[in-house]
């Protein structure tokens, strides 16, 4: 489990950092996927080392990762669920959508508070 904890932890930095990148650089698109993931996958530490949650176990039964994370976010942030809800929504869109996020979907503080929801799992993981 430990070295899980550790490429999960790895993605989620190298992730955040690429996001800013991109985000820097104009790609508002592969940004908000690069964020998503960055702050999932924190989430997913917290699950794993906190709630004992099982990732195989849960892609054998066929259930939504994505989802299980949500619930975790709504239970340990009640307040920052609709952030973490927003950010996959974007990454939906960036991913899925013909049409582009744009500046005024991804703003500042979309990218503060999703860096809040990170720093949080983060630090209560013990990472």
């Avoid at 800013?20 to 794993?48: C, E, H, P, T, W």
Wanted: net charge positive; charged share 30%; proline share 1%.
């Amino acid at each position: 489990m430990s070295a899980n904890i550790s490429n999960y932890t790895k993605k989620s930095k190298t992730g955040w950092e690429l996001a800013l990148d991109l985000r820097n650089k104009g790609d508002l698109n592969n940004s908000a996927s690069r964020m998503y993931y960055s702050v999932f996958q924190a989430v997913l530490i917290y699950a794993v080392r906190k709630e004992k949650f099982d990732c195989d176990l849960e892609w054998e039964k066929n259930n939504n990762v994505h989802t299980s994370m949500q619930r975790v976010v709504k239970e340990k942030m009640k307040k920052s669920y609709r952030t973490y809800a927003d950010l996959r929504g974007l990454r939906n869109k960036a991913d899925y959508a013909p049409a582009e996020v744009t500046a005024s979907e991804f703003d500042q503080e979309l990218v503060f508070q999703a860096e809040n929801i990170r720093d949080f799992f983060m630090k209560e993981s013990g990472v």
